[in-house]
């Protein structure tokens, strides 16, 4: 059983940046990849990125690449989403999920276990 708390949603200006956090229960990244997907109002959730469980593999979404930036610190249990440029479509609950192979693409179905989100607002 993994357990993922997610922090660090807030509302921020259009062009702005945020860096989410999601803390794991202990040992969890030494057997499971993390991904972050995130669900717009009215949308399906949709995977943003993944670190693989040796932490090598970091597949994005197209619209996270160049932008967005997934890395951990196994000390710590945590993994990090920062996030750069942010742009009002970039609006919704992030999530954290565990999955044990960073799939391409990112699928829901896939994932074991999921935090419970945080929410992202980006103003234009």
């Known amino acids: 059983q993994a357990q993922l708390v997610e922090s660090g949603g807030a509302l921020v200006p259009s062009g702005g940046s945020l860096r989410l956090s999601c803390v794991v229960s202990?040992?969890?990244?030494?057997?499971?990849?993390i991904a972050w997907f995130r669900q717009a109002p009215g949308k399906e959730r949709e995977g943003v990125a993944c670190?693989?469980?040796?932490?090598?593999?970091?597949p994005y979404a197209a619209s996270a690449k160049g932008r967005f930036t997934i890395s951990r610190d196994v000390a710590q249990n945590t993994v990090y989403l920062q996030m750069n440029n942010l742009k009002p479509e970039d609006t919704g609950t992030y999530y954290c999920?565990?999955?044990?192979?960073?799939?391409?693409?990112?699928?829901?179905?896939?994932?074991?276990?999921w935090g419970e989100g945080a929410q992202v607002t980006v103003s234009s």
């Open positions: 999920a565990a999955t044990t192979y960073c799939h391409e693409p990112l699928l829901r179905q896939l994932m074991d276990y």
């Open positions: 202990k040992n969890v990244l030494d057997r499971y990849g």
């Open positions: 670190i693989s469980s040796e932490g090598t593999y970091t």
